[in-house]
């Protein structure tokens, strides 16, 4: 009789233990997906690092749980990557030319310029090679470096040289304006061709010469939402943010201009 009892109490015990687990699975699954975030994922020219990673900043400040996730690099890998199906919801480009590759292809419609850059000399602080034109560029004995020319800096450095009339051998051509500025904070060479932003944005580390030929090559910056967007609303927004006022004080304190 004992073990009758005992055996009762036994399997009454498992089934409430097996109730309360079967009860307890809603419970811990449900905070998975509530904590589940939105990503927003932006393509930009490499020269759009710092600005827009202040935007990016702002706007997770203002849409909880979004996360603003950032793929900088030269305009024209960043537009192949696109065209060749790389998950993207906006792009912002270094030179209309580049955008074009993604429009013609169908995966942007009407971008917006929304702002414009021009070239500088940049020097390191003490300018050891002593540069302080265009034209000493031309010297053999200056070490310059040259963004490769089918990326926006590079096709701004030779329409300047074209207008200047003059020729220049780089001793180094490199994938987007960053690398190239790097080659000048390392003093790996005595000058290079790169846009004022990112002369500000050195904090000091090199100085930026002013030359009258980069009125003729100034390059226009379009954004646009993409047409296969994963966040086509937050794409659409993070957009409104960088054409708004707030998106314009950011980027003109950087040294851009408006167009």
Same mark, same amino acid.
């Given at each position: 009789?004992?073990?009758?009892?005992?055996?009762?109490?036994?399997?009454?015990?498992?089934?409430?233990? +097996?109730? $309360?687990?079967?009860?307890?699975?809603?419970?811990? *699954?449900?905070? !998975?997906?509530?904590? =589940? /975030?939105?990503?927003? @994922?932006?393509?930009?020219?490499?020269?759009?690092?710092?600005?827009?990673?202040?935007?990016?900043?702002?706007?997770?400040?203002?849409?909880?749980?979004?996360?603003?996730?950032?793929?900088?690099?030269?305009?024209?890998?960043?537009?192949?990557?696109?065209?060749?199906?790389?998950?993207?919801?906006?792009?912002?480009?270094?030179?209309?030319?580049?955008?074009?590759?993604?429009?013609?292809?169908?995966?942007?419609?009407?971008?917006?310029?929304?702002v414009r850059n021009?070239?500088?000399?940049?020097?390191?602080?003490?300018?050891?090679?002593?540069?302080?034109?265009?034209?000493?560029?031309?010297?053999?004995?200056?070490?310059?470096? +040259?963004? $490769?020319?089918?990326?926006?800096?590079?096709?701004? *450095?030779?329409? !300047?040289?074209?207008? =200047? /009339?003059?020729?220049? @051998?780089?001793?180094?051509?490199?994938?987007?304006?960053?690398?190239?500025?790097?080659?000048?904070?390392l003093g790996e060479?005595?000058?290079?061709?790169?846009?004022?932003?990112?002369?500000?944005?050195?904090?000091?580390?090199?100085?930026?010469?002013?030359?009258?030929?980069?009125?003729?090559?100034?390059?226009?910056?379009?954004?646009?939402?993409?047409?296969?967007?994963?966040?086509?609303?937050?794409?659409?927004?993070?957009?409104?943010?960088?054409?708004?006022?707030?998106?314009?004080?950011?980027?003109?304190?950087?040294?851009?201009?408006?167009?």
């Open positions: 009789m004992v073990l009758r009892r005992l055996s009762l109490a036994a399997a009454l015990v498992s089934v409430l233990s +097996l109730a $309360a687990c079967g009860s307890s699975s809603p419970d811990t *699954a449900a905070p !998975a997906s509530s904590g =589940a /975030g939105k990503s927003l @994922t932006v393509f930009a020219a490499a020269s759009l690092t710092e600005t827009f990673t202040e935007l990016g900043r702002q706007f997770e400040s203002t849409h909880s749980g979004t996360k603003v996730t950032f793929n900088f690099g030269s305009s024209a890998t960043l537009a192949q990557q696109i065209t060749q199906g790389a998950p993207a919801d906006v792009f912002a480009a270094a030179s209309q030319a580049t955008m074009k590759t993604v429009t013609d292809a169908g995966l942007a419609s009407a971008p917006t310029v929304f021009t070239l500088q000399i940049a020097v390191p602080e003490d300018n050891p090679a002593k540069v302080g034109s265009l034209k000493d560029l031309t010297d053999p004995k200056v070490k310059v470096a +040259l963004c $490769a020319e089918q990326v926006p800096c590079g096709a701004a *450095a030779t329409k !300047a040289l074209d207008a =200047a /009339g003059l020729t220049v @051998t780089p001793v180094t051509l490199e994938q987007d304006v960053k690398a190239t500025l790097t080659k000048v904070q060479v005595d000058a290079a061709l790169v846009y004022r932003t990112d002369v500000i944005a050195s904090g000091g580390k090199v100085k930026g010469i002013d030359f009258p030929e980069a009125a003729q090559a100034v390059n226009d910056y379009p954004i646009a939402a993409l047409a296969k967007a994963p966040a086509p609303d937050l794409a659409k927004e993070f957009v409104d943010l960088v054409l708004s006022q707030q998106g314009r004080d950011v980027l003109t304190k950087a040294g851009f201009q408006a167009p």
